[in-house]
């Protein structure tokens, strides 16, 4: 399937595939995307370029960078869409197809995360192996944009960590 493209039954049911993948901006919940407009202020001041509309509602491609919770989506924005949060509803996933976890010595990761939430544990006949500490993690996405094998996704917070 291209990118951008609607499976048979998002045409059906009206979706696209790109909505339920979505990521919102930090501090964007459901409530406050019943308010935007899509104005695309957000977007358009956002110094790392990561917020993007889709289907007229901001989110965040870390695949262009990552988000330094700078408030100004926030402060642009003329709706009442944005709260003041420094961390996503989510954390980083290091998945299996990472290169550490391969065999082959990478730590691309911890060295752009710039909370130090991932730290590298050595193991015996092979390369250290990257651990997420998700008390640590705010979901900035910088560890996502550098994975030089796209392993990184996101998944969300532990209902007890995203009340903390």
Known sequence: ME???????GLFLGSS?????RICPPGVSDRGLSACTGCNLCA????????????????????LGECTFCG???TACPEPVFEPVFRFSHVAAIADGCL????????SCGESCPEQA????????????????????????????????GAIGTKPLETELAHA
């Not at 358009?44 to 695949?63: A, N, W």
């Not at 998700?134 to 030089?148: R, Y």
Request: net charge positive; proline share 9%.
């Open 3 to 9: 990118p951008g493209s609607i499976s048979r039954r």
């Open 118 to 149: 991932i730290r590298f544990q050595p193991r015996l006949g092979g390369p250290f192996v990257p651990a997420l500490n998700e008390q640590i993690c705010n979901g900035c996405g910088a560890c996502m944009q550098v994975c030089p094998v």
């Open 72 to 74: 100004a989506c926030r």
């Open 100 to 107: 550490a976890k391969q065999d082959v010595a990478c730590q």
């Open 17 to 21: 595939s790109k909505r339920a993948n």
């Open 44 to 63: 358009e001041h956002c110094p790392t370029g990561i917020i993007v509309l889709v289907d007229r509602l901001p989110s965040v491609d870390f695949s």
